[in-house]
């Protein structure tokens, strides 16, 4: 049994406050809509920090659906920061106005992060499926830059938009934020219908290549999501630079996801739950710590295919949310993975 303290500490953890959302974007996730449903009350969330806060301090990221749509978002994150929680906001950005900001920093918000799609309206409002939505987040971007508030642009990367990434990347810089992330597409939720959209390992591995140059030449920093072997290729270019560590996936480990049911997973793409806060009396450690599900998901030598036979197994992990979508086995290989394992030292 995996003991509190054995490296799966979360330092990350999501909470989808909410699945309303007045966007209609294809890859959708949570599958968002305007309906309030299965929706937690304040102060349903309010015990939920509460117990995450006990069991450790970690960066909270508000999430959906749009957490904007909640009525006590600001409530919410007064009481997050009251905690010494880290919190930050992952927005459409249609909410995010001067006033609007102004009362989720004097809250203690942290940090913003606002998604772009393409590096034109076109192709940014064709994925979001609403007309104004690019606008829309150069606006928040700009009222936030000059809030002086710290924000990163995330993007779901699919074969439709695969070639606009390094214009992508580079107005993420030019708007002034401090961090460019591309997330991988997992197909779930709506993503399901555009499973046609998922890279081919070749695309893959060509786009990690060309994120790790990005990230030597774009200025600000990139992560990766959802691209775990993106990790192992930093550490085979970069085993003189110790100091920078990469990760893999985090999920179950060094991230956690809570549901709009308050239900405990891995991460907001692979729908399993390892217990539900509510139903248990609120006591996050005894999911955390004892879950049968994160146990399996914890042990990386018990993976199946070439990721259990992968040297870097423990530096990469594979997708198991993409694992899972694509074949039904959380434990089996990353299907979009194109390495071919030597074995384990």
């Known amino acids: 049994m995996t003991k509190h303290g054995q490296n799966n500490k979360p330092r990350l953890m999501a909470l989808e406050v909410t699945r309303r959302c007045r966007f209609n974007c294809r890859h959708c996730r949570a599958d968002a809509d305007g309906a309030v449903a299965d929706e937690l009350s304040t102060e349903q969330w309010k015990k939920i920090l509460d117990a995450v806060a006990a069991y450790g301090k ?25 905690l010494g929680l880290y919190v930050v906001m992952a927005t459409c950005g249609y909410a995010i106005d001067d006033a609007s900001l102004a009362t989720l920093k004097e809250a203690g918000l942290m940090a913003l992060s606002f998604s772009l799609d393409g590096a034109t309206a076109e192709t940014h409002d064709a994925f979001r499926r609403t007309e104004g939505a690019f606008e829309t987040v150069l606006r928040a971007a700009e009222t936030t830059r000059r809030t002086g508030v710290r924000f990163q642009i995330n993007t779901t990367i699919t074969r439709s938009n695969l070639h606009e990434v390094p214009a992508i990347a580079d107005l993420a810089r030019r708007l002034g934020a401090y961090c460019y992330n591309p997330f991988i597409l997992v197909p779930t939720g709506r993503g399901e219908q555009i499973s046609e959209e998922i890279l081919e390992p070749s695309q893959y591995a060509e786009l990690l290549a060309e994120l ?23 550490r085979e270019m970069n085993a003189e630079v110790p100091k920078v560590h990469i990760s893999g996936c985090m999920g179950g480990r060094g991230f956690g996801f809570i549901s709009h049911r308050g239900d405990v997973q891995t991460c907001g793409f692979l729908d399993v739950s390892a217990g539900n806060l509510v139903e248990n009396g609120y006591d ?30 423990t530096v990469c992990g594979g997708c198991r949310a993409r694992a899972y979508t694509m074949t039904g086995d959380y434990l089996a290989a990353d299907p979009v993975c194109w390495y071919e394992p030597k074995g384990k030292p």
């Open 284 to 313: 996050f450690a005894a999911i955390w710590d004892r879950s049968p599900f994160l146990t399996e998901i914890r042990d990386l030598p018990a993976y199946k295919g070439k990721c259990g036979r992968c040297a870097y197994v």
């Open 58 to 82: 970690c960066v909270v990221i508000m999430t959906g659906g749009e957490p904007t749509e909640r009525a006590d978002i600001v409530e919410l994150v007064r009481h997050g920061q009251d």
């Open 212 to 234: 790790l140059q990005l990230r030597a030449e774009l200025g600000i920093e990139l992560r990766v999501t959802c691209g775990p072997q993106y990790a192992r290729l930093f």
